[in-house]
């Protein structure tokens, strides 16, 4: 081992008398600097794999059709695995939604932040609480004490609007990104 | 021994924890400091090589199971939607396929080292039978992994690797439905089959930390085949063969991704991109190219029972080569006799893959049962006969005394290569 370490000795530092940190000390750190970058490049395909696949991108975007749904009707769709709530709103329903203080929200949003066309909300099916699946979409379901949604899993009431009223929910319910491309059909994503 | 470890690094942080669970003085010890015969080839850089592909294939493999479905039904689109859809899912698929041939190409290499420089004689011979262990899982699970995507040869494959077991007097039938857990490969033999696949590599995992640490007792084995007489003949592991084992992972690497990149599918059979059918065989069945040698030596015996037995032999006769072997010299390099024969052994496995590779008919037959012939002599009549009969050249006086000035007689046949080396 003696001679081992006489050969570091010779290898490993500079030229005697030789000012700065020692050769040695950079080609460590150079190295080390390469290696830890190819991992890193390395482990990016890895961490991109789990990322959403270019199939399940594909069923990003759901198409409606809203010629069906008769005023006071609702229906639930699939988007990106998650329901989505579409009501017709009756102008009763709209006007109930328009005749609220904002300053006694929890959320404070004006009806008309939440709608493209008065009659038609479409918002996210899912409680803004512990991510449940309010009730209000059927006609013989629990609508709540504000007319739209209950969730029976902690009791959080939303009003016509999707808004939280009363109960642990934090936020109202999520309006999604969707645009009209006819006057009765609707992308939503 | 009860009481904190005495700890020896400064670092407040590490010294705290190595005074309650000395793993970085385990380390300082076993990958630092350990002392390394100086005089190592590029040979030596296999063992090390193997490990990391170990490690590429657990990772990669591991990330392929959070896309692929195991289900007859699912299997082949799942393994298509990995190649089309996943993001790099291709290069997961690519890296993990192409990883399997590279760990055999690293092992076979490894073995063969072990072989020329007699790594396998005493004392390291459970260190020798744990590798053949490692070899035996490693097939294994080759052999399963290639079922898994459900292709025309995963499931050919599978039909007549797991029909090997029917040759088993009175049982063999029933050991095969319990294989299949039905009456063909079906779904049941998937699910198992995945299920086993991802398994294994963990199980290699600790057989290789049975093989380091055996490796560890006994030091390891150098070109010259003699042990280091002392601190003169030894360097520290790190930073000499670090740094040398890193050199070595560079140019692995750099073949691997050309392999990965270039020429993906030219180690695997395009039958396989078609999806398995149970009522058509492919006309040309081969298996994986790391096991057609055995192949071609199970197609080599007429008789099903033998040629399963010889085929399953070749590989469970390594366990014994620690006691065939009967020359005290390990390194072939003082074997003037045995090399020739050695290297007849490598070309007669090379013959034998490659006729594993063509029809079992006319020529290629008579030429397995060649290469089979010799492949069992080797270890059962040279080897053997050898160790009495060879006149093995003088050995050094230690791993120093060839390269150092005043190191004492250099015997003439022995000096040259070492010098080499040097």
Redesign the interface.
Known sequence: ????AAIADTQGRGKEGEAGPPRRDFLKLA?TAMAAIGVGAFAW??I????P????LALASTEVDLAPIQAGQAITVMWRGKPVFVRHRTPEDIAAARDVNLAQLPDPQPDSARVQKPEWLVMLGVCTHLGCVPLGQRPTDQKGDFGGWFCPCHGSHYDTSGRIRRGPAPRNLEVPEYTFLTETSIRIG | MVGLHKSEFKNPVVRWIDQRLPIPSLLQKEYAQFPTPKNFNYFWNFGALAMVNLVIMIVTGIFLAMHYTPHTAYAFDSVERIMRDVNYGWLLRYIHMNGASMFFIVVYIHIFRGLYYGSYKAPRELLWMLGVVILLLMMATAFMGYVLPWGQMSFWGATVITNLFSAIPIVGPDIVVWLWGGFSVDNPTLNRFFSLHYLLPFVIVGVVFLHVVALHITGSNNPLGIEPKGPQDTIPFHPYYTIKDTFGLCIYLIVFAFLVFFAPNFLGHPDNYIPANPLVTPAHIVPEWYFLPFYAILRAVPDKLGGVLLMFGSILILFVLPWLDTSPVRSMRFRPLARPFFWMFVISCVVLGYAGAMPAEGIWVTISRVGTAYYFMYFLVILPLLGKLERPLPLPDSIAAPVLRGGGPIPAGAAAKPMEKA
């Open positions: 081992m003696a001679d081992a190295t395909p890895f991109a794999s789990m990322n696949s270019a199939s399940v």
